[in-house]
């Protein structure tokens, strides 16, 4: 929603102080220039970019105006299916957590929180790593490696869309230059006709520059920034299953696993303490 509002304040903003200088708007409709731009920089991210990494730019573009997904209430949720998980794992054996995790989609725990079952990361993350603390023999300093290098492996993984656009808007200003030198070379053609139509040929030119510049930093600079915040925001949920993991493998009672994990969230996101030991309590009451 707010990306939305921000593409309509930097548009209004720069039209509208356009407008207050009495410049002619249809000057700036100038479709040569923005198939010259648009054209150029697709272009360019299909020479410098694979496949695979632009269906993954196109998936985070989607999510922009979708908002952060990470929010107070699915963190709370993360606790409470962590706690219950490791409730189960501490009454009646680790091996008792199994069924959960061998199939997720019929666990009665996940089916609680349907935004976690939905996050193939974080499920993986989260029941492979329990499948091999049922196998034994793991120390808990080399599965925290296993789970660093896992997170990394993801983190990687996720900047590369972002840096694919943030290299497309950087290109921006210089391809609104070739769009502009391109207007020129056709005025230069016409520089012994009257001064107004090579005054409108040179603004025309000009309007290349302008949208290669307005476009880099009003609009893709600004979606590369977003995306990356998001692609931060997962991670931090990845953490904060890291942590419940590491803390239950070194011996901590469920309670003081979650408490753990929650110390973790964002401080925008995170659980009172207060309403985390609420809602543990109707954990536990279910769970009787």
Do not use: W
Request: with cysteine; hydrophobic share 45%; aromatic share 8%.
């Amino acid at each position: 929603m707010f990306v939305i509002i921000g593409i309509v304040i930097v548009i209004g903003s720069v039209i509208g102080g356009f407008l207050m200088h009495h410049g002619p708007l249809l000057v700036l409709y100038q479709p040569n220039e923005y198939v010259i731009i648009g054209g150029a920089t697709i272009g360019a991210m299909l020479v410098s970019t694979p496949i695979r990494i632009l269906k993954k730019l196109v998936q985070h573009f989607i999510g922009l105006f979708k908002g952060d997904p990470y929010t107070k209430d699915e963190y709370l949720n993360l606790l409470k299916t962590m706690f219950e998980l490791f409730l189960v794992a501490t009454k009646d054996g680790l091996m008792n957590v199994e069924p959960h995790i061998e199939k997720p989609e019929t666990s009665a725990i996940f089916a609680k929180n349907k935004f976690l079952m939905k996050n193939h990361h974080a499920m993986d993350f989260l029941c492979d790593t329990l499948k091999l603390m049922l196998s034994g023999g793991v120390p808990a300093h080399d599965l925290e490696t296993i789970l660093d290098s896992d997170i990394e492996t993801m983190e990687t993984e996720g900047h590369q869309a972002p840096a694919v656009l943030q290299s497309a808007s950087d290109a921006l200003p210089g391809l609104g230059i070739v769009a502009a030198v391109l207007g020129i070379i056709v005025t230069m053609g016409k520089i012994n006709g009257p001064p107004e139509e090579v005054g409108m040929s040179v603004a025309a030119a000009l309007v290349g520059t302008f949208i290669g510049i307005l476009m880099c930093y009003g609009f893709v600079g600004p979606m590369a920034t977003h995306i990356g915040t998001l692609h931060m925001s997962e991670l931090r949920y990845l953490d904060c299953i890291k942590v419940a993991l590491l803390s239950y493998a070194k011996g901590n009672a469920p309670m003081m696993v979650v408490e753990f994990s929650r110390r973790v969230i964002f401080t925008d996101f995170r659980p009172s303490f207060k309403e985390l030991e609420d809602a543990l309590k109707k954990v536990k009451s279910g769970a009787k």
